[in-house]
T-cell receptor
Framework: DTEVTQTPKHLVMGMTNKKSLKCEQH?????MYWYKQKAKKPPELMFV???????INESVPSRFSPECPNSSLLNLHLHALQPEDSALYLC?????????????FGSGTQLSVL | RKEVEQDPGPFNVPEGATVAFNCTYS??????FFWYRQDCRKEPKLLMS?????NEDGRFTAQLNRASQYISLLIRDSKLSDSATYLC???????????WGAGTKLIIKP
């Protein structure tokens, strides 16, 4: 069982909706990540938070807005998404962002945009 | 050339057989190497880190060849439950990016 918890597991939303994805970890990790994964493709990095500060934004459109309220929580706020944004959204964490750090993934949110 | 390349498969292998995957990477500055396993519609899970000296975990053996810039994963006595996509992952020195291969799909048949 994963120690990174994501909710909801499934989400269907319209292009005018606002929704949020949530991620929580209690392993004391100080780095948290959002990835997007399309079917039969590897995960694509979206955002990295290190010590609750945004470290990397991989040129993600502004309709995706990350938030890190504290060291255990990571949110992804969604607004005015497009159908092509439908994908599996994965949260991950690692102790820090060092070279050898291993990532632990949550089970993901399967998002469908209609 | 892709930064990390894997044979996409699928590899169809009978139960009990030995199967090997290779993965090549283009950046000679790469420092960390991992194999992840991903089941259909599930999250990737770390299978093994890969060290220069090679490492083994039960039926799984990982090897790194820095000179030729490839890593390998060997699965012995394959089980039905080994059916999954195996993703090769490489990390360079100072950035946070994991560079993912496209994955190799493995199907173990009874």
């Amino acid at each position: 069982d994963t120690e990174v918890t994501q909710t909801p597991k499934h989400l269907v939303m319209g292009m005018t909706n606002k929704k949020s994805l949530k991620c929580e970890q209690h392993m004391g990790h100080r780095a948290m990540y959002w990835y997007k994964q399309k079917a039969k493709k590897p995960p694509e990095l979206m955002f990295v938070y290190s010590y609750e500060k945004l470290s990397i934004n991989e040129s993600v459109p502004s309709r995706f807005s990350p938030e890190c309220p504290n060291s255990s929580l990571l949110n992804l706020h969604l607004h005015a998404l497009q159908p092509e944004d439908s994908a599996l959204y994965l949260c991950a964490s690692s102790q820090v962002t060092g070279v050898g750090e291993k990532l632990f993934f949550g089970s993901g949110t399967q998002l469908s945009v209609l | 050339r892709k930064e990390v390349e894997q044979d996409p498969g699928p590899f169809n292998v009978p139960e009990g057989a030995t199967v090997a995957f290779n993965c090549t990477y283009s950046n000679s500055a790469s420092q960390s190497f991992f194999w992840y396993r991903q089941d259909c519609r599930k999250e990737p899970k770390l299978l093994m880190s890969v060290y220069s000296s090679g490492n083994e975990d039960g039926r799984f053996t990982a090897q790194l060849n820095r000179a030729s810039q490839y890593i390998s994963l060997l699965i012995r006595d394959s089980k039905l439950s080994d059916s999954a996509t195996y993703l090769c992952v490489v990390k360079t020195d100072s950035n946070y990016q994991l560079i993912w291969g496209a994955g190799t799909k493995l199907i173990i048949k009874p």
